[in-house]
T-cell receptor
Framework: DTEVTQTPKHLVMGMTNKKSLKCEQH?????MYWYKQKAKKPPELMFV???????INESVPSRFSPECPNSSLLNLHLHALQPEDSALYLC????????????FGSGTRLTVV | KNEVEQSPQNLTAQEGEFITINCSYS?????LHWLQQHPGGGIVSLFM???GKKKHGRLIATINIQEKHSSLHITASHPRDSAVYIC???????????FGTGTSLTVIP
């Protein structure tokens, strides 16, 4: 298995909803990442987990809460989002935090209404 | 100023044309990635380079470490090559990935 799998592919949620995005990989990678990408812009790093510990939080608002329950799984819990949070959320993984080879998932297209 | 600059931002080509997309970066890197993103989102990694040249099918990527420059070439372009091509570099000082703003390629039949 050489993929990063993200679910759901599309999500529409209200501003009062709580939802979660899921990312899974079975390549034995020990670093996992969340990126946010707005239309026609490059991805922006949100969080990095290294060996299941949060190592980078790029000043992301607390309405986004990451969780890494095990080495294969990375979640992004969403609560009280704003319409401007609508974006493509990409997950990626690499062998280690400094590893050069990175695999990206196909993303979750989130719309906040 | 962005750490990674790409050119051109938009490119339209006739099917069969040879295409070049350029990337310049200003930070020390451990690797440079060329990524492809189709409408709808998912990113596919085309190449990872730290030196020299790589070829995969009709795609060729080169990097000049001294000049901090990389190029992605597409030979015999096809409409299915239409996508956004993103240059991204991994910093040699940590976890940071820097992305270019992308080149939107449209290949017309």
């Amino acid at each position: 298995d050489t993929e990063v799998t993200q679910t759901p592919k599309h999500l529409v949620m209200g501003m009062t909803n709580k939802k979660s995005l899921k990312c899974e990989q079975h390549m034995g990678h020990r670093a996992m990442y969340w990126y946010k990408q707005k239309a026609k812009k490059p991805p922006e790093l949100m969080f990095v987990y290294s060996y299941e510990k949060l190592s980078i939080n790029e000043s992301v608002p607390s309405r986004f809460s990451p969780e890494c329950p095990n080495s294969s799984l990375l979640n992004l819990h969403l609560h009280a989002l704003q319409p401007e949070d609508s974006a493509l959320y990409l997950c990626a993984s690499s062998q280690g935090a400094g590893s050069r080879a990175t695999t990206f998932g196909s993303g979750t297209r989130l719309t906040v209404v | 100023k962005n750490e990674v600059e790409q050119s051109p931002q938009n490119l339209t080509a006739q099917e069969g044309e040879f295409i070049t997309i350029n990337c310049s970066y200003s930070v020390g890197i451990s690797a440079l990635h060329w990524l492809q993103q189709h409408p709808g989102g998912g990113i596919v990694s085309l190449f990872m380079l730290s030196s020299g040249k790589k070829k995969h099918g009709r795609l060729i990527a080169t990097i000049n470490i001294q000049e901090k420059h990389s190029s992605l070439h597409i030979t015999a372009s096809h409409p299915r090559d239409s996508a956004v091509y993103i240059c991204a570099v991994r910093s040699d000082t940590g976890n940071q990935f820097y992305f270019g703003t992308g080149t939107s390629l449209t290949v017309i039949p």
